[in-house]
């Protein structure tokens, strides 16, 4: 019996320690950014993202519909904006270790083939995303 329950005390408290980190990573994802506190979006660098976007991203991704990769319309009513970000700089670490990103793309044929050079284009995307999302919400409301 002393042994049940040992090994039970045991195995509770190593779900808990499985289990917490990695609601926390599956929220944020894995990667260089813990916590963004966004200000309101910045005109120019959000235009910045969208040139970035139709450059590097459109091949696969649209703010239609799925096409190779998801649609990214409402990206950031699915995800947190640092698990984007993360995505954005650490896509291998993420794509190995974050549940979100694994389960994601096992729904894809191809993987995200990402080239993004700075924290800085990465930021711009976001905020790119983001307008996105308020253009999506007034449209839906008209
Ligand atoms: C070669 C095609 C391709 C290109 C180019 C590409 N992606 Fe992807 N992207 C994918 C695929 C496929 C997935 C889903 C599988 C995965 O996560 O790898 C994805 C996933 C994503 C996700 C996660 C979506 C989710 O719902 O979890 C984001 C964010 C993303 N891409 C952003 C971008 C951005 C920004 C660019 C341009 C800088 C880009 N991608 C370029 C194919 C692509």
Redesign the pocket.
């Known amino acids: 019996m002393k042994k049940l329950v040992g090994s039970f005390i045991i195995f509770t408290l190593f779900v808990c320690s499985v289990e917490s980190p990695k609601n926390e990573q599956s929220i944020k994802g894995i990667g260089p950014i813990d916590t963004l506190i966004l200000e309101p979006i910045n005109d120019s660098i959000m235009k910045i993202g969208m040139n970035?976007?139709t450059s590097?991203?459109t091949?696969?991704?649209t703010m239609e519909y799925k096409n190779?990769?998801?649609d990214?319309s409402n990206?950031l009513a699915?995800?947190q904006p640092e698990w984007?970000m993360n995505?954005?700089l650490n896509?291998k670490e993420m794509?190995e270790k974050d549940s979100?990103?694994i389960k994601?793309?096992q729904?894809?044929?191809?993987?995200?083939?990402?080239?993004?050079t700075s924290q800085e284009e990465a930021f711009a995307?976001l905020e790119y995303f983001r307008i996105y999302q308020i253009w999506l919400h007034e449209f839906n409301a008209k």
């Open positions: 970035t976007f590097k991203c091949s696969c991704h190779s990769g998801p990214l990206i699915r995800r984007v995505f954005l896509q794509l979100i990103s994601t793309n729904k894809f044929e191809g993987n995200c083939n990402l080239t993004i995307l």
